[in-house]
């Protein structure tokens, strides 16, 4: 079902690859397990999501925190890049009728998004970064060490680039660059010029071979998966993860009413630096420095704090959902 004319546009022209293959799916199984939302409580006490509300919830994802956004009452936009999620998400929370619109985009665009929609502003917003469980578990994708797929790493099939692209061509100096940048991975120089020895041989196509290349040099003692942080790595640098929150928190900031919330949940240290800044920078109104001689009124003064320290998920979250053990929830109001 079209929700408006943008929704699952690119599902005509998408390349070859793990893509394609989604399209044999044609059934999305709602029984199957896709994604336990982070933070839930906590995200509901500061959105307050009710009737009369519209809320934007940037990452759809599998639709979890959409999903008690609707039953609170309020209208929901979902947004997602990943077709395979809005498909879910549609058929997951279509009950709810016109209070839900699930569009396919960037939210970086949110503002363009928004404006389609004929929206001018909106009353909270959520984004909850990186991927799915349901993407990270999924062989086709590629995200997934744990088993064999094609090195894609993309959310979305407009990605004019893969995770094949970048290893196969990327200089081993941007490579490591990468590694130590997205995935603060101390070995990034020796497994930059692992995977430069590798592709001379042949292209490293599958997550397994990515594996083999890098194998010798990774630390197989470690308690986390040694691959963690290279995977890591390459999916933030695939899918340009960190320009998209920045522009992404611009552009929702930019449509946010008076008293509106958004709600930043956040998993990797340089995504959370980004948000606390964001919000830090426009929480002031006063700003000073040692060459002025008297402090001077903060152009950017949007917004009041409402976390000082990041909101973190507790024990028993994290015992139910481990993957909310780096989750950083940081939140502030639109004056
Ligand atoms: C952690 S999941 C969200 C889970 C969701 N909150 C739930 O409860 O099911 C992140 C989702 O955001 C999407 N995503 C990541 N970056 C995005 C971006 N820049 N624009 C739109 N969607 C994005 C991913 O495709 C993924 O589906």
């Given at each position: 079902?079209?929700?408006?004319?943008?929704?699952?546009?690119?599902?005509?022209?998408?390349?070859?690859?793990?893509?394609?293959?989604?399209?044999?799916?044609?059934?999305?199984?709602?029984d199957t397990f896709y994604h336990l939302p982070i933070l839930v409580r906590q995200v509901m006490?500061?959105?307050?999501?009710?009737?009369?509300?519209?809320?934007?919830?940037?990452?759809?994802?599998?639709?979890?925190?959409?999903?008690?956004?609707?039953?609170?009452?309020?209208?929901?936009?979902?947004?997602?890049?990943?077709?395979?999620?809005?498909?879910?998400?549609?058929?997951?929370?279509?009950?709810?009728?016109?209070?839900?619109?699930?569009?396919?985009?960037?939210?970086?665009?949110?503002?363009?998004?928004?404006?389609?929609?004929?929206?001018?502003?909106?009353?909270?917003?959520?984004?909850?970064?990186?991927?799915?469980?349901?993407?990270?578990?999924?062989?086709?994708?590629?995200?997934?060490?744990?088993?064999?797929?094609?090195?894609?790493?993309?959310?979305?099939?407009?990605?004019?680039?893969?995770?094949?692209?970048?290893?196969?061509?990327?200089?081993?100096?941007?490579?490591?660059?990468?590694?130590?940048?997205?995935?603060?991975?101390?070995?990034?120089?020796?497994?930059?010029?692992?995977?430069?020895?590798?592709?001379?041989?042949?292209?490293?196509?599958?997550?397994?071979?990515?594996?083999?290349?890098?194998?010798?040099?990774?630390?197989?003692?470690?308690?986390?998966?040694?691959?963690?942080?290279?995977?890591?790595?390459?999916?933030?640098?695939?899918?340009?993860?960190?320009?998209?929150?920045?522009?992404?928190?611009?552009?929702?900031?930019?449509?946010?009413?008076?008293?509106?919330?958004?709600?930043?949940?956040?998993?990797?240290?340089?995504?959370?630096?980004?948000?606390?800044?964001?919000?830090?920078?426009?929480?002031?109104?006063?700003?000073?420095?040692?060459?002025?001689?008297?402090?001077r009124r903060n152009p950017e003064f949007s917004f009041r704090l409402l976390t000082t320290r990041?909101?973190?998920?507790?024990?028993?979250?994290?015992?139910?959902?481990?993957?909310?053990?780096?989750?950083?929830?940081?939140?502030?109001?639109?004056?």
């Amino acid at each position: 079902m079209l929700m408006n004319g943008l929704v699952f546009k690119n599902r005509e022209n998408q390349k070859e690859g793990a893509f394609n293959a989604m399209e044999k799916d044609e059934e999305l199984k709602m029984d199957t397990f896709y994604h336990l939302p982070i933070l839930v409580r906590q995200v509901m006490d500061m959105l307050s999501p009710a009737p009369g509300k519209v809320i934007l919830d940037g990452t759809l994802g599998g639709g979890g925190h959409s999903e008690q956004f609707l039953e609170a009452g309020a209208r929901v936009i979902g947004l997602d890049r990943d077709p395979e999620a809005l498909a879910y998400a549609e058929k997951r929370l279509g009950r709810f009728g016109s209070r839900f619109s699930a569009v396919e985009g960037n939210f970086a665009d949110a503002a363009r998004i928004l404006d389609d929609l004929g929206i001018q502003k909106v009353d909270g917003a959520l984004l909850d970064l990186g991927v799915s469980s349901h993407q990270l578990d999924d062989p086709r994708r590629g995200f997934s060490f744990r088993e064999t797929g094609p090195l894609d790493m993309r959310m979305s099939a407009k990605g004019t680039c893969t995770a094949a692209d970048l290893v196969n061509h990327a200089s081993t100096q941007e490579l490591a660059e990468i590694f130590l940048k997205y995935g603060e991975e101390p070995r990034a120089s020796q497994i930059a010029h692992r995977i430069a020895e590798y592709r001379c041989k042949a292209p490293l196509k599958t997550t397994e071979d990515l594996l083999t290349a890098i194998g010798p040099v990774l630390p197989w003692h470690s308690v986390r998966h040694p691959a963690t942080k290279v995977f890591m790595a390459l999916r933030i640098a695939v899918n340009q993860e960190l320009e998209s929150l920045s522009r992404g928190l611009e552009s929702i900031a930019s449509r946010l009413g008076t008293g509106a919330v958004f709600a930043v949940i956040s998993f990797h240290s340089l995504e959370d630096r980004i948000v606390k800044n964001f919000f830090r920078d426009r929480s002031r109104e006063w700003v000073d420095r040692p060459e002025w001689p008297a402090p001077r009124r903060n152009p950017e003064f949007s917004f009041r704090l409402l976390t000082t320290r990041p909101v973190e998920a507790d024990e028993e979250e994290v015992n139910l959902n481990p993957r909310a053990r780096s989750a950083k929830l940081r939140a502030a109001a639109h004056l």
